[in-house]
C-alpha cells in the first residue's frame, strides 16, 4: 500500500517563513496554518487539504540545516534582488542583535565544562542532545541575556540584509565585522556603532578601500566634545536605520525568544529569520512601486 504523498517542497518553504516571520514553534505552526485563513491562502491550501504536523515541518528544517541551503537561499534570494531593480547601494551599515533561547538549568561544574568546549561526562547520549552547549551569557545595557548574536550588514538604500552571520552571544561585535562587509555594495561607505570602532578596524577599513563612519566613543576621563557629538547625531541618521531592521524582526516575533539548540540549528532559524525579513521587504517596496 502506498504512503501519504510528500508535501510539495515549495509549500514546506513557505511554512518555514511564516514560521521565521511570527517566530513559531513546530507545533504553532501546524496549529497557525489550520487555524488562520490568510496562512492557509498563503500557502495555496483550500479548508479540508492535508496541512504538514510538527514531525513534518521539524524534518524539513533539518534537511534545509543538513544540505546548507539556508544560506545558499538567502544568497540567490540577493542575486535576485539585484536582478529587480534592488542593488545593494549608497553604503552599508553592519551591527548585531541578542537572539535569546531558553536557558540551560546546568551545574556549576558542568557549566565549567561546557565552558571548556566539552560535555559533562556522566551526560547520557540523549541528555547532550537536549542541551545547549554552544550558546553563551552577556550582558549589554545591565542586563543579562543568554543565547546567540545576529550579526548583520544591511544596505542603506533598501535596507535589506546583505549579509549575515551568527555567534554565540558573548562574542564582541567588532570580531566578525570585516567577514559582513558587503563588495557588492555600490558605495565603499560603511556605518557602525562605537562598538566596532577602534584604530585598527580604522585601518582594516581604510586598507581594503571603504569609507569609515563608526561612531565615537568618550572614557571616562575624555568625554566626547561638542564637535564629536554633532558628528555622532550626523552618523546617526543613516546608522539608525539598522536599528528599523531588527525592530521589525523583533515586533514581528513578539520579542520571544528563539526555540533552537545548539549554534547549527540556532544559524538555520536565524538566517530563516533573515530571509523571512528580506522576503517581506520584498513584497511591500515591489508593490509600493506598482
Known sequence: MAGRKPFDVILMFKMMVLQSLYNLSDDQTEQQVLDRLSFMRFLGLELGDAVP????????????????????IFEKFNAFLTQHGFAAQKGQIVDASIVSVPKQRNRRDENEKIKQGDAPDDWSEAKR???????????????????????ISVDVKHKFVRSYTVTDAAVHDSQVFEELLDESNTSRDVWADSAYR????????????????????????????????????????????????????????GYGIVHAVGLVRASVKIGLRNLAYN??????LAQAAT
Do not use: C, M
Open 279 to 284: 522576503l517581506d521587504r520584498y513584497a511591500g
Open 129 to 151: 542532545r537536549q542541551k545547549d552547549v554552544d550558546a553563551r551569557w552577556t550582558k549589554k545595557r545591565g542586563v543579562t541575556y543568554y543565547g546567540y548574536k545576529n550579526h
Open 198 to 253: 577602534s584604530e585598527e578596524k580604522r585601518q582594516s577599513l581604510k586598507a581594503a578601500g571603504f569609507r569609515e563612519h563608526l561612531q565615537r566613543k568618550g572614557y571616562r576621563n575624555r568625554p566626547l566634545t561638542d564637535w564629536e557629538q554633532r558628528g555622532n547625531r550626523t552618523r546617526a541618521r543613516i546608522r539608525s536605520r539598522v536599528e528599523h531592521v531588527f525592530g521589525i524582526q523583533a515586533k514581528r516575533a
Open 53 to 72: 504536523d510538527a514531525k513534518t515541518i521539524w524534518l524539513f528544517r533539518e534537511r534545509l540545516k543538513d544540505a546548507g541551503l539556508v544560506e545558499t
